[in-house]
T-cell receptor, first 113, second 115 residues
Framework: GNSVTQMEGPVTLSEEAFLTINCTYT??????LFWYVQYPGEGLQLLLK?????DKGSNKGFEATYRKETTSFHLEKGSVQVSDSAVYFC????????????FGAGTRLTVKP | GAVVSQHPSRVICKSGTSVKIECRSL??????MFWYRQFPKQSLMLMAT?????????EQGVEKDKFLINHASLTLSTLTVTSAHPEDSSFYIC???????????FGDGTRLSIL
């Protein structure tokens, strides 16, 4: 079945550091890939998405490229801020599987000033 | 962007009480709504998927009679936790999707605490 494997956390960085959170997936079809962010006590917010191979999703300085050859969708940001502290979830949605969404385990990021 | 409203945000009640959680799509028609449960520091666990006007499809291991889901309109789904007990305490999150190939949009979650 479809699944998402995400880099285990927690991740602690200093402000302005470079961020990478690894995400790889397994899917039988042609999934769309997503990154969601969850701030403390809140639901999930869509951060970015990519719907086909080589697409790059970007938002708020974050970006991720859909790599079919490595089945990856790593999240990157060049310079993190304290306000980026949150839990990040990688997810996939497969149109051949009712578009049900599968989430990774989540990676908690803490950015220190 | 698409907005999903979930209410209430927090519930504290006694064991044996039934609790209803509402999930509304405010600016789009939600053909499908999803209910998740999240344990502390863990990922989301899909409980059930509901399509407007149809019975919900529950994931394996989720009790249908315990977690009643109603999706009577294109903008509202409800989850009722019947005769709640302390082990039902958790963070419940709903999401809604419009067209089949669109992403899910999430509510802010409901923290349920059963004493």
């Amino acid at each position: 079945g479809n699944s998402v494997t995400q880099m285990e956390g927690p991740v602690t960085l200093s402000e302005e550091a470079f961020l990478t959170i690894n995400c790889t997936y397994t899917a039988t079809g042609y999934p769309s890939l997503f990154w969601y962010v969850q701030y403390p006590g809140e639901g999930l917010q869509l951060l970015l998405k990519a719907t086909k191979a080589d697409d790059k999703g970007s938002n708020k300085g974050f970006e991720a490229t859909y790599r079919k050859e490595t089945t990856s969708f790593h999240l990157e940001k060049g310079s993190v801020q304290v306000s980026d502290s949150a839990v990040y979830f990688c997810a996939l949605s497969d149109r051949y599987n009712n578009n049900d969404m599968r989430f990774g385990a989540g990676t908690r990021l803490t950015v220190k000033p | 962007g698409a907005v999903v409203s979930q209410h209430p945000s927090r519930v504290i009640c006694k064991s044996g009480t039934s609790v209803k959680i509402e999930c509304r799509s405010l600016d789009f028609q939600a053909t499908t709504m999803f209910w998740y449960r999240q344990f502390p520091k863990q990922s989301l666990m899909l409980m059930a998927t509901s399509n407007e006007g149809s019975k919900a499809t529950y994931e394996q291991g989720v009790e249908k009679d315990k977690f009643l889901i109603n999706h009577a309109s294109l903008t509202l789904s409800t989850l009722t936790v019947t005769s709640a007990h302390p082990e039902d305490s958790s963070f419940y999150i709903c999401s809604a999707r419009g067209a089949f190939n669109q992403p899910q949009h999430f509510g802010d979650g409901t923290r349920l605490s059963i004493l």
